[in-house]
């Protein structure tokens, strides 16, 4: 069973920041992309960030120059350094991967799945 844990969110006034992580736990072989999504009350879930695991990164427009995604593949970690918060950042932000996981039999199996989510808001 694989599970990813966000942690890092919390309240900041605008212009701060604020560091997430997500970490993925249980038998895996690999994990291939890993993105943040986010979702504010009332709006549809977005992506924010994408991240393979070569690096190659992508930015939804809202966050680009502001927000940077990276990932330490040796700890299965996946982080998003959030700079320049504004309150239209207020958000559930949630982890999300493709990951290759090996089962008690030996075999591998891949899936994907979502973390619980850490809430961040900027207000001041």
């Known amino acids: 069973q694989v599970q990813l844990v966000e942690s890092g969110g919390g309240l900041v006034q605008p212009g701060g920041s604020l560091s997430l992580s997500c970490a993925a736990t249980g038998s895996i072989s690999r994990i291939d992309d890993m993105r943040w999504y986010r979702q504010a009350p009332g709006k549809e879930r977005e992506l924010v960030a994408t991240?393979?695991?070569?690096?190659?990164?992508n930015y939804a427009g809202s966050v680009k120059g502001r927000f940077t995604i990276s990932r330490d593949n040796a700890k299965n970690t996946m982080f998003l350094q959030m700079n320049s918060l504004k309150p239209e950042d207020t958000a559930v932000y949630l982890c999300?991967?493709?990951?290759?996981?090996?089962?008690?039999?030996?075999?591998?199996?891949?899936?994907?799945?979502w973390g619980q989510g850490t809430r961040v808001a900027v207000s001041s």
């Open positions: 999300n991967a493709d990951w290759l996981a090996t089962l008690p039999t030996g075999e591998f199996v891949a899936a994907k799945g």
């Open positions: 991240i393979t695991s070569g690096g190659s990164t």
